[in-house]
Nanobody, 115 residues
Framework: QVQLVESGGGLVQPGGSLRLSCAAS????????MGWYRQAPGKQREMVAS???????NYAESVRGRFTISRDNAKNTVYLQMSSLKPEDTAVYLC?????????WGQGTQVTVSS
């Protein structure tokens, strides 16, 4: 399994941008489908974006056109570029990696969108 560590969260004003990173350690990162979920207080965990081993992407309707997921297999890292942020994007963002029947999770990074 991979071990995942997220970074890049913080406080940003509405309309601003942030880039989250998820660094993976362990072997065979390129074999893992990767993605991001988010968890806001009092709400269900929500899939935000995912990227396949071949680079195919999928987005939640609520973030499509504002967020971009990408991966750099040479750096064992997946990114989430977030733009035009809204207060409703406030949540803990969690990175995951999935290979066959195994899923690994990071510890999460807090994103707060507020003026």
């Amino acid at each position: 399994q991979v071990q995942l560590v997220e970074s890049g969260g913080g406080l940003v004003q509405p309309g601003g941008s942030l880039r989250l990173s998820c660094a993976a350690s362990g072997s065979s990162f390129s074999r893992y489908a990767m993605g991001w979920y988010r968890q806001a207080p009092g709400k269900q965990r929500e899939m935000v974006a995912s990227i396949t081993t071949g680079g195919g992407t999928n987005y939640a309707e609520s973030v499509r056109g504002r967020f971009t997921i990408s991966r750099d297999n040479a750096k064992n890292t997946v990114y989430l570029q977030m733009s035009s942020l809204k207060p409703e994007d406030t949540a803990v963002y969690l990175c995951y990696g999935r290979y066959l029947l195994s899923t690994s999770w990071g510890q999460g990074t807090q994103v707060t969108v507020s003026s």
